[in-house]
């Protein structure tokens, strides 16, 4: 039994070793995808009505406005998704939210127009319950007055891609959609830019 034990010692070893390799080498593909990237903004895409128009699920989303809203500011609203006539997600949001599912799970943004920061959420749909939230790096802490920010959201069966385009800067950033650590990060732009 002891040379067996010396013999897969090693092994298990050299195994953790080619698995975190592995892992590493992801992570750097993410990050080297984000250096290379070239910024992408869409207004269009920057909106909860473009999510749910790419939305191709057999679950009825509702998308409750709230009747206190007053001009100039966004809309505020409740994002519902329907299974059997149950409620099995509810989120309060506005109209700049954006969402994608994938394989049963929901990422949506959580941020505030008028402030600087983004987090990306997970929720799995089946089990009703939150898997994680990441605070993005984003362009970082900003002190402001006055302020806008939008994000636009998407996501493939590995990572959520999101575009942030705030009032002092443009980035881009890439979220492992199991762990929701940020695998990759750039900003584009520093400084102020009027909407």
Not at 104 to 131: M, T
Request: proline share 4%.
């Amino acid at each position: 039994m002891k040379s067996l034990t010396c013999w897969f010692a090693p092994l298990l070893l050299l195994m953790c070793g080619v698995l975190s390799t592995f892992a590493q080498g992801t992570q750097l593909d993410h990050q080297k995808a984000a250096d290379s990237a070239k910024f992408e903004w869409s207004k269009e895409q920057a909106s909860i009505l473009y999510s749910l128009s790419q939305y191709s699920g057999s679950d009825e989303i509702h998308l409750i406005y709230d009747p206190k809203w007053r001009s100039g500011r966004p809309v505020p609203l409740t994002i519902r998704i329907v299974r059997g006539g149950k409620v099995i997600f509810s989120q309060r949001g506005h109209e700049a939210t954006v969402f994608k599912v994938v394989a049963n799970i929901i990422y949506y943004a959580d941020f505030l127009p008028g402030a600087s920061g983004c987090a990306v959420v997970a929720y799995d749909l089946k089990k009703q319950k939150r898997l994680w939230r990441n605070n993005l790096q984003g362009v970082g802490p900003v002190y402001h007055s006055k302020y806008f920010n939008s994000v636009t959201l998407n996501a493939d069966d590995n990572v959520v891609v999101v575009h942030g385009h705030e009032m002092v800067g443009d980035y881009v950033e890439y979220v492992d959609m199991k762990s929701g650590k940020t695998v990759g990060h750039r900003v584009f732009r520093r400084g102020y830019t009027p909407e």
